[in-house]
């Protein structure tokens, strides 16, 4: 994979995944399909998922594995899975696989110059507002360190920022949290 020879990749990744006997070698061989953006990775992922679907344990893997893609749809991708079989956003934990996976461990989606990953964590985090408090304010860490990004970056977080605090009723775990990263 590391030398672009992506047909040669493509049929070892399949192979091993075939191959496997147990799930961790399967998340392997996933992980290396998604990462070099192999042809192979929308089949495998299918295949991995007919699998384990009822797994929660298993699934936020995949769900992770999912939002911390390199791909150039990563976003839309992310926003499809929340109406995936195995997502609820009822459930911490799917909520930190996929968004929080999304929101801190892909930073060039996250921060894409669109502001789109910005966007769309503000949706999240408007309707846990009321639904989780607490899953929101864990959430809301990557869109408050604004300091850290350039001048266009930190006005579309400012931005969303101002956003979150005209909720109704905001939470004050999230207004403790904005207010401290807007005042600076």
């Known amino acids: ?11 070892l990744v399949s192979a091993q995944y075939q191959q496997v006997d147990n799930m961790t070698d399967a998340l392997a061989a996933l992980s290396s399909a998604v990462s070099a953006q192999l042809p192979v990775r929308d089949a495998l ?9 009822t797994d929660g ?11 911390t893609s390199p791909a150039s749809d990563v976003l839309s991708r992310v926003r499809a899975l929340l109406h995936h079989r195995s997502f609820s956003l009822n459930n911490p934990n799917r909520l930190r696989a996929l968004v929080g996976a999304f929101a801190s461990a892909n930073p060039a989606a996250f921060h894409a110059a669109d502001g789109g990953g910005y966007r769309f964590l503000t ?6 507002n009321t639904r ?5 304010a864990r ?8 300091k850290r990004y350039d001048e266009s970056r930190q006005a579309l977080m400012r931005q969303s920022l101002e956003q979150l605090k005209t909720l109704d009723n905001l939470s004050g775990d999230l207004f403790e949290k904005i207010g401290k990263a807007l005042q600076g």
């Open 1 to 11: 994979m590391a030398f672009g020879e992506a047909a040669q990749a493509d049929a």
């Open 45 to 53: 992922m299918a295949q991995f998922d007919d699998r384990w679907h």
């Open 57 to 67: 344990l298993v699934m936020d893997k995949w769900f992770t594995l999912q939002a």
């Open 123 to 128: 949706e999240i985090l408007s309707d846990l």
């Open 132 to 136: 989780n408090p607490q899953v929101a």
């Open 139 to 146: 959430l809301i860490e990557p869109l408050i360190r604004l």
